[in-house]
């Protein structure tokens, strides 16, 4: 049975004209499924009951099924999904003034093993097909329409790691573009990476200009390759040269994350060097409070004392709730990364920022 989530429309064609049929009934099946969120043959109507009977026998539309829903008081919703083979994922709904922006995971686990990272701590499964990446969206975008909302911004940066899973990811970007379906521009659309360079370059020789988000998390290459090993394949020198040439190509401003760990990333002389490392790359940086996951030899910076920041752009200090989750706490089975979740400019207040 052919599983229609996750394909083009291109390939919806093929499928369609192998059972004989108009090629512009593949168009309303696109439509039907990421544009209304529809997945029962049954209800397509302007589909014949015949061609819908026979859909139903040869095809359908899985996606991943929501088992647990935690919502904090600050309007961000975690999602626990199961997927076919009972792996779980997460993905995250962050309400911030009018934006609603929903964070996609994109592999089960990840295989990079970052020192601060809870997600990085589970291993690598495998890869998600793109039904299963574009399935949460779907899902989540349903909820907000239910309250009379509707989706803003996608941000690739859940779970794994989405430039090692190049083609599902690229596929389902260029999904949530198509403007028969979910329609949603380019420049509404972010990529969070560890630095694959390859991926970056690659990413870079598409031409598709969403924005590019690089989990910096440090200022040297000492300091980053023992909090992420990945450095050591793709030390800064290599990394930010891609960055400028992503900059230079798609003509977008590239956003650094930095986790600040106590004593480790957060001094003065790390701010500084920091400023210098990135000079002449289009840039903002933002700066977040490192969330404690257990067993991990980090802290996070005390509240009482804000970031020492150079001064001005490009540092953009982000802040969660002090405990690292939102008053109603997230199930500890989600181990989220810590720098999945963007927080609303509200919290900045706490670091009296």
């Known amino acids: 049975m052919v599983d229609l989530l996750g394909m083009t429309l291109e390939e919806i064609e093929e499928f369609i004209q192998g059972l004989g049929k108009e090629r512009y009934r593949a168009r309303q099946l696109f439509r039907w499924i990421y544009k209304k969120g529809v ?5 397509m109507t302007d589909l ?20 647990h829903r935690a919502a904090s008081e600050d309007g961000v919703v975690k999602f626990l999904f199961r997927l076919e083979d009972g792996a779980h994922i997460e993905s995250v709904l962050i309400r911030d003034d009018d934006r609603r922006t929903v964070c996609l995971s994109s592999q089960v686990g990840c295989p990079l093993g970052c020192r601060f990272c809870a997600t990085g701590r589970m291993g690598f499964a495998r890869n998600l097909a793109a039904g299963e990446i574009v399935g949460q969206l779907l899902h989540i975008r349903k909820v907000l329409w239910e309250e009379g909302e509707d989706l803003t ?24 573009r198509h403007e028969m379906g979910i329609a949603l521009g380019a420049r509404r659309i972010t990529l969070s990476t560890v630095g694959i360079v390859p991926g970056i370059e ?18 040297d290459d000492a300091i980053r390759s023992e909090l ?38 957060d001094r003065l002389r790390d701010a500084r060097q920091l400023a210098d490392l990135l000079q002449g790359i289009p840039c903002k940086v933002n700066l977040i409070p490192y969330n404690p ?19 001005g752009p490009p540092f953009q200090p982000l802040h969660r709730h002090p405990e ?10 989600l181990r989220p990364a810590p720098d999945i979740n963007r927080v609303p400019k509200k919290y900045l207040s706490e670091l009296g920022l």
């Open 293 to 311: 996951i257990p067993n991990a030899p980090f802290r996070r910076p005390p509240l009482d004392r804000a970031p020492p920041l150079p001064g």
């Open 39 to 43: 997945y029962n043959f049954g209800v």
């Open 153 to 176: 911004n996608v941000v690739l940066m859940g779970m794994g790691e989405p430039l090692l899973n190049y083609d599902q990811v690229l596929k389902v970007v260029r999904l949530i």
């Open 48 to 67: 014949s009951k015949s061609f819908r009977e026979e859909l139903a026998r040869m095809a359908r539309i899985w996606a991943p099924v929501e088992v």
């Open 228 to 265: 992420m090993p990945i450095n050591c394949e793709y030390p800064l020198r290599i990394l930010l040269r891609a960055a400028k040439d992503f900059a230079r190509t798609c003509k977008r401003r590239i956003t650094f994350e930095y986790v600040l760990i106590h004593g480790v990333n």
């Open 324 to 333: 690292g989750q939102p008053r109603t706490g997230y199930p500890s089975c």
């Open 202 to 219: 690659r990413l870079a020789g598409e031409g598709i200009p969403l924005g590019l988000a690089i989990s910096l998390n440090a200022p």
